[in-house]
């Protein structure tokens, strides 16, 4: 007769639980200073959290590592979420995570503002969205000496050439909680505006940045306003740089793909990969030999791909592991990390080199070559490049569809 199973008792389960890592868990361990960052908002994660438990095949698992990644309730410290990016979409994601909460806020601050323009509704609900945000961060940031638990948080991408909006708006969401860092693009006025809030001790995420001069330009920024900090004796207790490199968009929305095909140059999938991953190592070296520089890389777009034999890879995690750089994890990505991808393993493969003969193909693009060259564009040409016009349009679409809601609820309570 065959042995009845025995089925763990609830202790034996938890002790699986906890003894059983989720792919970001393994990353992290391969370089724990490297950092996770949760790009979203933090007030979107609980229902984030519910509808992805609803789909998992195991979902106390699932559960487990969710709140291993970030909780409420955990002690700060342990929670393997380090920060949060925003944008202008993910902000109003806020709202569409929960409409009837923000419908309620929005009508009653237009109702105590009288006749408010349009602009100062958006205004108003937007720093709502981040000061809510920020203080969820707060216990974090405090816990950690302020050296995590930062929020980014946008200026608005049409100010992305007026370097005076961009400084004016980022003291004015700094102000609303310590912990709130200012996502500025990188335009040629954008540096500007990035070395104005350094010097003033604001910290500062530098994004829509995709190539190696724009990189170099942070640096150059915050090297300087770090300077006139300290000439100034502010307070840089709180303060604190990262360099977003835009993965997949340089890839995906530039003429990567145009150039190579004018001049018969096959490329692929892994092509693209490769290059994405060629600008994120000179980029990390770069910040490592910089004598004033004081920041962390921080890649964002990324995507499981590419397909090899039938299986999905994730090598902007795989190639990268190792590195002591921030990665910042939207949740259709970490969806499909848990669901698609949980075997996934790692190992330091971030000091191996791109392999010669793709650095060769590649080098024969000049969208690629000019990326990878540290004076390959002039600060004029930053607001010109063509994946930073055309992430810059979706951010402006993004505020618009927020500036659209705001109006709704002007125009509801007007009749």
């Given at each position: 007769?065959?042995?009845?199973?025995?089925?763990?008792?609830?202790?034996?389960?938890?002790?699986?639980?906890?003894?059983?890592?989720?792919?970001?868990?393994?990353?992290?361990?391969?370089?724990?200073?490297?950092?996770?960052?949760?790009?979203?908002?933090?007030?979107?994660?609980?229902?984030?959290?519910?509808?992805?438990?609803?789909?998992?095949?195991?979902?106390?698992?699932?559960?487990?590592?969710?709140?291993?990644?970030?909780?409420?309730?955990?002690?700060?410290?342990?929670?393997?979420?380090?920060?949060?990016?925003?944008?202008?979409?993910?902000?109003?994601?806020?709202?569409?995570?929960?409409?009837?909460?923000?419908?309620?806020?929005?009508?009653?601050?237009?109702?105590?503002?009288?006749?408010?323009?349009?602009?100062?509704?958006?205004?108003?609900?937007?720093?709502?969205?981040?000061?809510?945000?920020?203080?969820?961060?707060?216990?974090?940031?405090?816990?950690?000496?302020?050296?995590?638990?930062?929020?980014?948080?946008?200026?608005?991408?049409?100010?992305?050439?007026?370097?005076?909006?961009?400084?004016?708006?980022?003291?004015?969401?700094?102000?609303?909680?310590?912990?709130?860092?200012?996502?500025?693009?990188?335009?040629?006025?954008?540096?500007?505006?990035?070395?104005?809030?350094?010097?003033?001790?604001?910290?500062?995420?530098?994004?829509?940045?995709?190539?190696?001069?724009?990189?170099?330009?942070?640096?150059?920024a915050v090297a300087a306003g770090l300077k006139e900090a300290r000439a100034a004796g502010v307070d840089l207790s709180?303060?604190?740089?990262?360099?977003?490199?835009?993965?997949?968009?340089?890839?995906?929305?530039?003429?990567?793909?145009?150039?190579?095909?004018?001049?018969?140059?096959?490329?692929?999938?892994?092509?693209?990969?490769?290059?994405?991953?060629?600008?994120?190592?000179?980029?990390?070296?770069?910040?490592?030999?910089?004598?004033?520089?004081?920041?962390?890389?921080?890649?964002?777009?990324?995507r499981v791909s590419p397909i090899l034999g039938g299986e999905a890879r994730v090598w902007h995690l795989e190639k990268?592991?190792?590195?002591?750089?921030?990665?910042?994890?939207?949740?259709?990505?970490?969806?499909?990390?848990?669901?698609?991808?949980?075997?996934?393993?790692?190992?330091?493969?971030?000091?191996?080199?791109?392999?010669?003969?793709?650095?060769?193909?590649?080098?024969?693009?000049?969208?690629?070559?000019?990326?990878?060259?540290?004076?390959?564009?002039?600060?004029?040409?930053?607001?010109?490049?063509?994946?930073?016009?055309?992430?810059?349009?979706?951010?402006?679409?993004?505020?618009?569809?927020?500036?659209?809601?705001?109006?709704?609820?002007?125009?509801?309570?007007?009749?």
């Amino acid at each position: 007769m065959r042995a009845p199973v025995r089925r763990p008792d609830g202790q034996a389960r938890q002790t699986a639980l906890m003894h059983t890592k989720s792919v970001l868990e393994k990353l992290w361990e391969v370089e724990p200073r490297a950092e996770l960052w949760w790009d979203s908002s933090p007030l979107v994660y609980a229902n984030f959290r519910r509808r992805l438990i609803d789909r998992a095949p195991d979902k106390a698992l699932m559960s487990a590592w969710l709140d291993r990644l970030y909780s409420d309730h955990s002690p700060p410290e342990q929670n393997l979420f380090r920060g949060v990016t925003t944008n202008p979409r993910l902000s109003f994601n806020v709202i569409k995570d929960n409409p009837g909460r923000w419908t309620a806020w929005i009508d009653a601050w237009i109702r105590g503002a009288g006749r408010p323009e349009t602009e100062a509704v958006f205004w108003e609900t937007y720093k709502e969205i981040i000061r809510r945000g920020a203080l969820a961060l707060l216990p974090i940031f405090e816990a950690s000496g302020r050296k995590h638990g930062f929020h980014s948080a946008q200026a608005d991408p049409r100010c992305r050439q007026d370097p005076e909006k961009m400084v004016a708006q980022g003291v004015e969401l700094h102000r609303l909680c310590p912990n709130v860092m200012i996502k500025i693009p990188g335009t040629l006025e954008g540096y500007d505006a990035i070395r104005r809030l350094t010097a003033l001790g604001i910290p500062t995420n530098n994004t829509i940045s995709l190539v190696m001069p724009q990189f170099v330009a942070c640096m150059s920024a915050v090297a300087a306003g770090l300077k006139e900090a300290r000439a100034a004796g502010v307070d840089l207790s709180g303060w604190r740089s990262v360099i977003t490199a835009m993965s997949s968009r340089f890839g995906t929305l530039g003429e990567l793909h145009q150039q190579a095909a004018e001049r018969g140059i096959e490329i692929g999938e892994t092509d693209v990969r490769w290059a994405e991953i060629a600008l994120i190592k000179k980029a990390c070296a770069l910040v490592r030999g910089h004598a004033e520089y004081r920041g962390k890389m921080l890649v964002s777009s990324m995507r499981v791909s590419p397909i090899l034999g039938g299986e999905a890879r994730v090598w902007h995690l795989e190639k990268l592991a190792g590195a002591d750089i921030v990665f910042t994890i939207p949740p259709s990505f970490l969806e499909a990390l848990l669901l698609k991808t949980p075997d996934l393993e790692f190992t330091r493969q971030f000091e191996e080199p791109v392999p010669g003969r793709i650095m060769d193909k590649l080098l024969k693009i000049p969208y690629f070559e000019r990326g990878l060259r540290e004076d390959g564009y002039s600060p004029a040409e930053f607001n010109t490049h063509p994946a930073l016009v055309s992430t810059a349009r979706d951010f402006c679409a993004a505020t618009q569809g927020m500036l659209d809601f705001v109006a709704a609820r002007l125009a509801a309570l007007s009749r």
